[in-house]
């Protein structure tokens, strides 16, 4: 219970003092009596903040970068009116810096014995769990002299989602999928393809694809068409040791590995393929599989949501006897780490030669474009110091990726925002070649 800032500045005008005492001390309080007898009416007047019932309903996820609407129904059982104030508390993240006092703070009036809805508006800058705190409510007496107060935890969870920017290109490599799998007029041939079908001979086709058997039992020339190879096995593999913690733009490196795997699988449960995931750093952080094409990319976003980097050295030893694990048979391993020149040579290349002798390996990482913009500073001696530093970071990173081209790896190296579509391009490639 509290007074108000009404009921204190009508104090503060007409007290009268009386003198108190008891064992121990003495004192004087301002008392004005008919202020008294009006807050004791208020306060019995004012509705009880314990027997009201509160719950929860909305929606309970939501990707990063987007809002959500979560309601609160208020229930007032008392035969007294509740005119009251609310906070429904959330931790900092859910709201953008500025907005959480207007987002969260509402005034609600419930007659007796009905209810009413507040909705509180989150718009989250993490990804995660963000659980729902207390709601404190404030009921105040009909002359706003007296009010009472108490708090009741209501439980709410919203998962926030990784915002999967790289979605816009989705519609793009589908477009040249299709051609890779001869459903449009560009056909193409690749080493280890699938056969599909026959077709009649057009100005143009590869004479290799001519099947001369088929034209000798009909009038017109008979090529052959094929489609990629379906139904392979892919393994994601998301570092998230130490270096995955770098900031690459305005994010971790680990989420820029996030959108170009979400893409990456997008694309390829179209193509057919089985895709899993497995995060590693000195143990298993998330694993996915053997989920059926529709279910692939919801069970991704899900399992993502709740990764953050862990500040370990990844035990790439661990790391490679875990992938050999999930993936028995023959696959596509795609590997989001980093390129700095001492995690690869002291913990990656020492055991690569596992992974590449029964599967195809891919790695991909995202380059820090501050660093490009260094390369291309000038005009004064602290810019070309710069521009030195920022050219030998580079060559030593060059360096990286040609030491694992020579052990059969495929190296996919981007700035964050190219990431995704340069992985989803290498991935078409191979499967355009049969490398698959």
Same mark, same amino acid.
């Given at each position: 219970?509290?007074?108000? &800032?009404?009921?204190?500045?009508?104090?503060?005008?007409?007290?009268?003092?009386?003198?108190?005492?008891?064992? #121990?001390?003495?004192?004087?309080?301002?008392?004005?009596?008919?202020?008294?007898?009006?807050?004791?009416?208020?306060?019995?007047?004012?509705?009880?903040?314990?027997?009201? @019932?509160?719950?929860?309903? #909305?929606?309970?996820?939501?990707?990063?970068?987007?809002?959500?609407?979560?309601?609160?129904? @208020?229930?007032?059982?008392?035969?007294?009116?509740?005119?009251?104030?609310?906070?429904?508390?959330?931790?900092?993240?859910?709201?953008?810096?500025?907005?959480?006092?207007?987002?969260?703070?509402?005034?609600?009036?419930?007659?007796?014995?009905?209810?009413?809805?507040?909705?509180?508006?989150?718009?989250?800058?993490?990804? &995660?769990?963000?659980?729902?705190?207390?709601?404190?409510?404030?009921?105040?007496?009909?002359? #706003?002299?007296?009010?009472?107060?108490?708090?009741?935890?209501?439980?709410?969870?919203?998962?926030?989602?990784?915002?999967?920017?790289?979605?816009?290109?989705?519609?793009?490599?589908?477009?040249?999928?299709?051609?890779?799998?001869?459903?449009?007029?560009?056909?193409?041939?690749?080493? &280890?393809?699938?056969?599909?079908?026959?077709?009649?001979?057009?100005? #143009?086709?590869?004479?290799?694809? %001519?099947?001369?058997?088929?034209?000798?039992?009909?009038?017109?020339?008979?090529?052959?068409?094929?489609?990629?190879?379906?139904?392979?096995?892919?393994?994601?593999?998301? !570092?998230?040791?130490?270096?995955?913690?770098?900031?690459?733009?305005?994010?971790?490196?680990?989420?820029?590995?996030?959108?170009?795997?979400?893409?990456?699988?997008?694309?390829?449960?179209?193509?057919?393929?089985?895709?899993?995931?497995?995060?590693?750093?000195?143990?298993?952080?998330?694993?996915?599989?053997?989920?059926?094409?529709?279910?692939?990319?919801?069970?991704?976003?899900?399992?993502?949501?709740?990764?953050?980097?862990?500040?370990?050295?990844?035990?790439?030893?661990?790391?490679?006897?875990?992938?050999?694990?999930?993936?028995?048979?023959?696959?596509? %391993?795609?590997?989001?780490?980093?390129?700095?020149?001492?995690?690869?040579?002291?913990?990656?290349?020492?055991?690569?030669?596992?992974?590449?002798?029964?599967?195809?390996?891919?790695?991909?990482?995202?380059? !820090?474009?501050? @660093?490009?913009?260094?390369?291309?500073?000038?005009?004064?001696? =602290?810019? @070309?110091?710069?521009?030195?530093?920022?050219?030998?970071?580079?060559? =030593?990173?060059?360096?990286?990726?040609?030491?694992?081209?020579?052990?059969?790896?495929?190296?996919?190296?981007?700035?964050?925002?190219?990431?995704?579509?340069?992985?989803? !391009?290498?991935?078409?490639?191979?499967?355009?070649?049969?490398?698959?």
């Amino acid at each position: 219970m509290a007074f108000t &800032g009404r009921a204190a500045l009508l104090a503060a005008l007409g007290s009268v003092p009386v003198g108190i005492w008891g064992p #121990g001390w003495t004192g004087i309080l301002a008392v004005n009596a008919p202020l008294a007898v009006a807050c004791a009416c208020d306060f019995a007047l004012a509705a009880p903040v314990r027997r009201l @019932v509160l719950t929860r309903s #909305g929606d309970t996820s939501v990707r990063l970068g987007e809002s959500v609407d979560v309601t609160l129904t @208020v229930t007032n059982p008392s035969r007294r009116p509740l005119r009251a104030r609310l906070r429904d508390a959330w931790p900092p993240s859910s709201w953008l810096p500025g907005t959480e006092v207007e987002a969260s703070r509402h005034r609600l009036t419930v007659p007796a014995g009905e209810r009413r809805r507040v909705t509180t508006r989150l718009r989250p800058t993490r990804r &995660g769990d963000r659980q729902a705190d207390r709601v404190t409510i404030r009921s105040y007496g009909p002359l #706003g002299l007296f009010a009472r107060q108490g708090a009741h935890r209501i439980p709410w969870t919203v998962r926030v989602l990784p915002p999967f920017t790289s979605r816009k290109h989705l519609p793009s490599k589908l477009a040249r999928l299709r051609e890779l799998d001869g459903r449009t007029s560009v056909l193409t041939r690749g080493e &280890g393809t699938e056969f599909d079908s026959l077709r009649e001979y057009v100005p #143009g086709d590869d004479t290799r694809s %001519i099947d001369w058997r088929a034209t000798a039992r009909q009038s017109a020339v008979a090529v052959r068409t094929w489609r990629p190879e379906r139904d392979r096995h892919i393994l994601l593999v998301l !570092d998230t040791g130490r270096t995955s913690a770098g900031r690459v733009g305005d994010a971790p490196r680990l989420d820029a590995s996030m959108d170009a795997a979400l893409l990456l699988a997008a694309l390829a449960s179209r193509a057919g393929d089985r895709v899993n995931l497995l995060a590693y750093d000195r143990r298993i952080r998330a694993l996915v599989q053997g989920r059926a094409a529709g279910d692939v990319l919801p069970s991704l976003v899900n399992a993502m949501a709740t990764l953050e980097p862990e500040l370990v050295e990844t035990d790439a030893r661990g790391l490679t006897a875990t992938a050999l694990r999930a993936a028995p048979r023959r696959s596509l %391993i795609v590997l989001f780490t980093t390129l700095d020149a001492a995690p690869v040579e002291q913990g990656l290349l020492p055991v690569l030669p596992q992974l590449t002798q029964r599967h195809t390996v891919l790695l991909a990482s995202a380059a !820090d474009p501050h @660093v490009a913009r260094m390369a291309t500073a000038r005009g004064s001696a =602290e810019a @070309v110091y710069e521009a030195a530093a920022a050219a030998q970071a580079q060559s =030593e990173r060059h360096w990286t990726a040609e030491q694992l081209r020579r052990h059969g790896v495929t190296v996919v190296d981007a700035a964050p925002d190219d990431l995704a579509p340069a992985l989803a !391009d290498a991935y078409l490639s191979l499967k355009a070649a049969g490398r698959l």
